[in-house]
C-alpha cells in the first residue's frame, strides 16, 4: 500500500443510484478504481440499484460495517438530489463532493412540472452540502464556478474519466486511439451520394439540450445551402411534452421527413451514427461537461457548438464555438465545416489533439491525488483544532475560579465549517418563457399546428385582473422596498388587484404586504407577476416556476468584485445572484429598468425586452428642500454622502479627498456618511482609514436614520459628495438634487444618466480620485454663481424625475405590457 501524508487510507464513494448507461454510475466506478490504484481501500456505497450492477455495491445501510474510524472518508457523487443527502451530512467522516452539475430547474417549469420537486432537491443538496463538506472536485470549471457561489470554501476541478469507444477500441494505457481515422483533408458529405450533408446531434431531447435550436438550424440551411440536409437526434425522450413539440415543430418548418429522432439506441447504432454524419452541432443552453463532444472528436467529425455552459472548456479548439446560435449563424457556420475540406482536417486534428488532454490515465492520477491533498489539509487543520483545544482547555482548567474564563488572547477554536445561506437556489439560465398567444421556437405564423400547441399548453388569453409582486423582503427605508409600494398603489389607481408577496416583512410594514404562505400554488387566471430584483433571494426559484407572465423590476447588482477583498462571501452571494438574473432572462416577458445603463445590463444577461422607468421614489417624504445651495458657505463646511458603507460606495475615497481638501485649502470642513455598513469589514476599514488621516472629529458615520432625520442632512448640507463605482440609479444624488444641493461625483456607471448635466462630474478613468474631487468641491463651496446654477438644475432635473412623472412611465409601461399579454 502507498503511503499517505495523512492518516485515511479508507475512501467510499457515495451515489443515491446506479443504472446501466448512467454517466455518473460510470463514472463512480473508475473513480473507485482510480482510489483503489493509489492504494485506498475504496466501496461503492448506493440506495438504488439496477441488478447487473448489484454485484458491484453496497447499499447505503451496510455502509457502517465498511468504517474505520479515524482512517475513513466520503466521497458523494453529486447529480440528482437525494434522501441520502439527510443521513451523511449527519456523518462526521470527512466529506469530498464530487459535483456532475445539477440542471436548474427553470427548464422544466413549463414541460415537467412533476419534475421540479426534485431538480430543487438535487439545488437544495448542493448548498447544504457545503458547509458540511471539506472540499469539493467539480468535473469542469463551469462546475467550480458553480460550487463556489453555493460556498465551498474549497473545490478543484477533475475531469470526468473519458472512455471513448471507436469501433470497439477503448483507450489503452492513457492513449486514446481513432480507429480508422484517415490524414489528410476530411471527406465531404456523403450521405445519399449526393452530396448531401447529416447533422447529428447526442443527447437526450431535453429542453436545456435545445434541439429545438438545431431544427430551426436545419431549416435555414436547406433554405440557404442545401436542400436536402438531414438531421439526426440520437437520444432518449424522458418528457413528452418537448419531444411533441419538437416534432410539431419540425413538421410546421416542412422538415417531417428531414429529422431523425431516434430516440436511445445500442452502442453499435451510436457508432455507425458518428461515422455517418458530416457534422455534430450542439446548441445546448446548459451543459456541465457534455461527453458527445468527446466522442465527436474520437470519430474525426467536425463540431460546431453554441458557448454554453462548460462547452466552451471541453471544446477548446476542436471545433467552431458560436456566442450567437440564431438560424443563420449556424447555417452559416456549418456550411463553412461542410464545404471546406481544409478546414474539417484542421478541426480533426484539433479535435485530436484536444482528445489527449482527457487520457483515462491522467485523469484518475488527478482525481487520486486531489482527494489525497484535501485528507491532508483536513488532517492538519484537524491537528491545529486539537492543538488549540488542549490549550484552551488547559487555559481553562488554570482559570476555574475566575468568573472571567480563559485569559485573554486564548484561542477560540471555531466549527470547521461555514455557514452557507440557507435557501439558496438555482443560478444558471433556463428556457425561453412563451407568453399566451405566443409560438413555440418561434414557428412561422401561418402554421396551424403550432398556434393548436400554444393554445393547448399555454392557454387562451384573459383579461388581465391583477398585478402582484414578488418582493424578497419588505424593510423600511429600503429604496426597493418603497419603490414596490408606490408601484402596488399605481396599480390600484390603474384600477386592477395588487399584493405584495414577500418572504419577511418588517412589522413597520404589514400593512403593505404579504407572506409568501399566502401566494395559492395553482395558477391565478387574469394575473401578471413583477419581481423586484436587487439582490439574490430563493423567491427566484417561485417566480420560475410559476406559470404567470412575469416581468422584472431590475434595480441592478453590485458586481462581485466590489466585496472580494472585504467580504468574500457576500461576493459569492453576487455571483449567485447574477446567476439568478440570467436565469429569469429566460423566463421574463419584459424587464423594467430604473436606467438606460440598467437596461444594457439586462439586455447583456438575455433579456430580449427592456423599458426604462425610473425609480418611484416619494422625495416629499423628506420634506420641502430650501434654496440654501445659492446662500454663502457658513463654516463648517459640510460634505454629505449618504448610501450604505460598501467598498462599491468609494467612502474610503471621499476620506482621503476630505484628508487632500484640508491639505490643499484648509479651512473647516465636516463629512457626513449617513448609511448602514453593507459591509463590515470596508466599514471597519473606512473607520480606520479616518483616524490614520488625523480626521477623527471631522467624519460623522451615522449608520442608517429615519426620514426625518435624513431630510435635515440634505437641508444642512453644502455640497454632495459621490465616489461612487457603482450606481445603477442613484436615489440619494436624486434626493440631494431636490434639496437643491450641489452634486459633484465621479462619472460612473448611472451617475452620469442621473445627474444629466445638473452636476460637476468627474472623470476618474485615470489617476487618483482624491486630489480631483477636493478640488470640484473646492470650486463649488467657493464659488456662489456656480452653487446657484447647480442648485436650480438640480430641482429641475429632480422634478423630471420625481414621483408623477415616473408614475405615468411605469404606468403607459404596464398598459403595454398588459396590451401585449392580451391580444
Excluded at 481501500?41 to 455495491?57: G, N, R, W
Excluded at 476555574?400 to 439558496?424: D, E, I, M, R
Excluded at 440619494?732 to 431636490?738: C, G, K, T
Amino acid at each position: 500500500m502507498r503511503s499517505f501524508d495523512h492518516a485515511f487510507t479508507h475512501v467510499h464513494q457515495v451515489l443515491p443510484s446506479m443504472h446501466v448507461a448512467d454517466a455518473a454510475g460510470a463514472h463512480t466506478l473508475s473513480a473507485r478504481d482510480a482510489l483503489r490504484r493509489a492504494g485506498f481501500e475504496s466501496e461503492v456505497f448506493v440506495d438504488l440499484v439496477d441488478p447487473p450492477l448489484a454485484s458491484q455495491v453496497h447499499h447505503f445501510d451496510e455502509l457502517d460495517r465498511f468504517v474505520v474510524p479515524g482512517i475513513t472518508a466520503l466521497v458523494y457523487q453529486l447529480a440528482v438530489g437525494s434522501r441520502l443527502v439527510d443521513r451523511l451530512i449527519r456523518r462526521t467522516e470527512p466529506l469530498i463532493v464530487n459535483y456532475h452539475n445539477l440542471t436548474p430547474a427553470s427548464f422544466y417549469w413549463k414541460w415537467a412540472p412533476d419534475w421540479l420537486d426534485a431538480m430543487s432537491l438535487g439545488r437544495s443538496d448542493l448548498y447544504r452540502l457545503a458547509e458540511r463538506a471539506d472540499h469539493a472536485i467539480a468535473v469542469s470549471e463551469f462546475n467550480r464556478l458553480d460550487l463556489l457561489a453555493a460556498g465551498y470554501r474549497s473545490t478543484s476541478v477533475v475531469e470526468p474519466f473519458v472512455e471513448v469507444e471507436v469501433d470497439g477500441e477503448l483507450e489503452v494505457d492513457g492513449e486514446l486511439e481513432v480507429v480508422g481515422a484517415q490524414s489528410g483533408p476530411a471527406p465531404g458529405p456523403t450521405i445519399d451520394g449526393a452530396g448531401h450533408a447529416t447533422w447529428l446531434f447526442v443527447g437526450k431531447l431535453l429542453p436545456h439540450k435545445a434541439s429545438h435550436h438545431v431544427v430551426r438550424a436545419l431549416a435555414a440551411y436547406r433554405s440557404a445551402y442545401d436542400p436536402g440536409a438531414r438531421l439526426v437526434l440520437l437520444g432518449g425522450h424522458p418528457i413528452g411534452s418537448y419531444a411533441d413539440a419538437v416534432r410539431d415543430y419540425a413538421g410546421a418548418l416542412g422538415l417531417a421527413d428531414a429529422v431523425d429522432f431516434t430516440g436511445s439506441t445500442s452502442a453499435e447504432k451510436l457508432a455507425s451514427s458518428y461515422s455517418d454524419a458530416d457534422v455534430f452541432v450542439c446548441l445546448s443552453d446548459h451543459e456541465g461537461f457534455c461527453f458527445p463532444l468527446l466522442e465527436a472528436m474520437a470519430h474525426g467529425l467536425p463540431i460546431v457548438a453554441f458557448a454554453a455552459g462548460a462547452v466552451p472548456s471541453t471544446l477548446g479548439e476542436a471545433g467552431i464555438l458560436l456566442s450567437d446560435k440564431s438560424a443563420p449563424k449556424v447555417a452559416a457556420a456549418v456550411h463553412s465545416v461542410v464545404s471546406d475540406p481544409t478546414l474539417r482536417a484542421r478541426l480533426r486534428g484539433a479535435g485530436r489533439e484536444r482528445l489527449a488532454q482527457f487520457g483515462l490515465d491522467r485523469t484518475k492520477e488527478r482525481f487520486a491525488t486531489d482527494v489525497s491533498r484535501a485528507l491532508e489539509r483536513f488532517e492538519t487543520g484537524r491537528a491545529e483544532v486539537e492543538r488549540h483545544t488542549a490549550a484552551r482547555r488547559a487555559a481553562e482548567e488554570l482559570t476555574t475560579s475566575s468568573p472571567v474564563g480563559p485569559p485573554a488572547g486564548t484561542a477560540q477554536v471555531q466549527a470547521a465549517t461555514a455557514p452557507v445561506q440557507a435557501g439558496t437556489a438555482q443560478v444558471q439560465a433556463g428556457t425561453a418563457h412563451v407568453r399566451p398567444g405566443e409560438r413555440w421556437f418561434d414557428a412561422p405564423a401561418s402554421d396551424g399546428a403550432m398556434r393548436r400547441l400554444s393554445a393547448r399548453v399555454a392557454g387562451e388569453s384573459e383579461p388581465v385582473r391583477a398585478i402582484h409582486q414578488l418582493v424578497p423582503m419588505l424593510v423600511p427605508g429600503d429604496a426597493t422596498s418603497e419603490h414596490a409600494i408606490e408601484l402596488r398603489s399605481l396599480v390600484h389607481d390603474m384600477g386592477l388587484e395588487s399584493e405584495i408577496f414577500a418572504t419577511a416583512i418588517h412589522d413597520d410594514l404589514h400593512d403593505h404586504g404579504l407572506l409568501m404562505h399566502e401566494l395559492p400554488d395553482r395558477r391565478l387566471p387574469g394575473t401578471l407577476f413583477v419581481y423586484q430584483f436587487s439582490s439574490g433571494s430563493p423567491l427566484v426559484e417561485l417566480a420560475l416556476d410559476r406559470w404567470e407572465p412575469l416581468a422584472v423590476n431590475y434595480h441592478n447588482l453590485t458586481p462581485a468584485w466590489a466585496y472580494d477583498r472585504w467580504d468574500p462571501p457576500i461576493a459569492a452571494d453576487q455571483r449567485w445572484a447574477m446567476r439568478q438574473l440570467v436565469s429569469l432572462a429566460h423566463r421574463a416577458a419584459l424587464g423594467i429598468c430604473d436606467s438606460v445603463y440598467n437596461a444594457v445590463d439586462l439586455a447583456s444577461h438575455g433579456f430580449r425586452s427592456t423599458v426604462v422607468c425610473p425609480v418611484l421614489v416619494d422625495m416629499d417624504r423628506l420634506g420641502v428642500g430650501g434654496d440654501g445651495a445659492a446662500e454663502a458657505t457658513v463654516t463648517p463646511a459640510r460634505w454629505l454622502f449618504v448610501g450604505r458603507i460598501a467598498p462599491h460606495k468609494g467612502q474610503h475615497l471621499l476620506v482621503q479627498a476630505l484628508a487632500s481638501y484640508l491639505r490643499l485649502y484648509g479651512g473647516e470642513v465636516q463629512l457626513d456618511l449617513v448609511g448602514t455598513a453593507g459591509s463590515p469589514a470596508y466599514a471597519h476599514a473606512v473607520r480606520d482609514s479616518v483616524g490614520k488621516l488625523g480626521l477623527s472629529g471631522l467624519v460623522q458615520m451615522t449608520g442608517g436614520v429615519p426620514d426625518a432625520t435624513l431630510g435635515s442632512f440634505y437641508r444642512n448640507a453644502d455640497v454632495f459628495v459621490s465616489a461612487s463605482l457603482h450606481e445603477g440609479f442613484g436615489v440619494p444624488i436624486l434626493e440631494a438634487m431636490h434639496h437643491g444641493v450641489p452634486v459633484v461625483a465621479l462619472a460612473k456607471a448611472a451617475v452620469p444618466e442621473t445627474v444629466d448635466g445638473a452636476g460637476l462630474l468627474l472623470d476618474a478613468s485615470s489617476g487618483g480620485i482624491a486630489a480631483p474631487l477636493a478640488a470640484a468641491v473646492h470650486q463649488v463651496l467657493s464659488d456662489g454663481t456656480l452653487r446657484a446654477r447647480l442648485g436650480c438644475a438640480g430641482r429641475r432635473r429632480a422634478a423630471q424625475l420625481s414621483l408623477e412623472p415616473s408614475r405615468d412611465t411605469m404606468r403607459r409601461a404596464l398598459e403595454r405590457w398588459i396590451h401585449e399579454v392580451s391580444r
